[in-house]
């Protein structure tokens, strides 16, 4: 698992990345139909920076019984690097 440094850079080396943090710093829970529709993304673009977020524990999903309408959360690593994001790049 990477570290706290290491996941910021990660995050911030990929645009869709950084969307989905934004989008879950903002709403809490999300899923990825709304923030593409919202972004003007395709859902495979969102579903693929989620999944990848979420191998790196991240995000976790709320709803890994269904197969659509997923719902995702930040893990409490992943709010931990939204701070560190926060302060060290004024990352709104």
Known sequence: MMNIEEAVRWV?????RMLVMREAHENG???ASELAS???RSVQN??????EMEREGLIECLTPEKETW?????????RS????????YAFE
């Open 12 to 16: 911030l080396s990929v645009d869709r």
């Open 38 to 40: 919202r972004t003007g």
């Open 29 to 31: 829970v999300i899923k």
């Open 46 to 51: 969102i579903s693929r920076a989620i999944h």
């Open 81 to 88: 690097v939204l701070e560190s994001m926060r302060s060290a």
């Open 70 to 78: 997923k719902r995702y959360l930040l893990t409490p690593f992943g």
